[in-house]
């Protein structure tokens, strides 16, 4: 029986296409590319869910993968590439977090808010004076009649 597994895993790796889908040189960075992915879709959310010390250290582990991707042999690029896109995209997220919470963009969102409902209040208060108006001028007609 092991000789029959040993001759099927044999006749499988000499094809070099096959026996590269079957290494965890192609294994490894497909199932890692859902990190990446996350990331390139948590750009388009609130910067206020961002973790600044979780962005740091993706950061921080993307580069060192970059490098290790490399360094090894054979040189495996879709690591390299699972771990390049996942680096411009927590770097994206870092600049986000720093702009949202160090650099004043929390509060220039808040300030927006802040007239946005101050403004949209006004005209309610407009549109309910108006109504209310009218109401009492069909109540005066009523009455006057």
Known sequence: MAAIISAINAKIRSHPVISYVCSTHFWGPVSNFGIPIAAVMDTQRDPEIISGRMTGALIVYSATFMRYSLAV?????????????????????????????????????????????????????????????????????????
Do not use: M
């Open 73 to 145: 042999q054979p040189k495996n690029y879709l690591l390299f590439a699972c771990h390049f896109i996942n680096e411009g995209a927590q770097l994206t997220q870092g600049y986000r977090y720093l702009q949202y919470w160090r650099w004043g963009g929390r509060e220039k969102e808040l300030a927006q808010q802040t007239s946005v409902g101050l403004d949209s209040g006004v005209e309610k208060g407009q549109l309910v004076g108006d109504a209310g108006k009218g109401v009492v001028e069909g109540a005066k007609d009523k009455a006057s009649k």
